[in-house]
């Protein structure tokens, strides 16, 4: 029987590794995006809207609980 590639089976160790997590950590990040838009098109807007998703990577033991853009400031508008 092959669990390793099995999605019930990574989805029960992912919530026995969240289970297992020695601490919580939080970090702020700050990025920089050059955003490409029309002149009728709101920044604000498309930085309301925006999706973005972080992940941990696959072969270390952590998760990314949860992500929000906390602030954002146009540095440049030409």
Request: proline share 3%; net charge negative.
């Amino acid at each position: 029987m092959v669990i390793k590639n099995n999605p019930i089976f990574a989805s029960l160790n992912n919530i026995i590794k969240s289970n297992t997590m020695a601490r919580k950590v939080f970090v702020e990040v700050k990025f920089q995006l050059v955003i490409n838009l029309n002149d009728d098109t709101s920044v604000e807007d498309v930085l309301n809207e925006m999706e973005y998703e972080f992940t941990a990577p696959t072969d270390v033991n952590a998760d990314i609980d949860n992500s929000e853009m906390l602030d954002f400031e146009i540095s440049d508008s030409k």
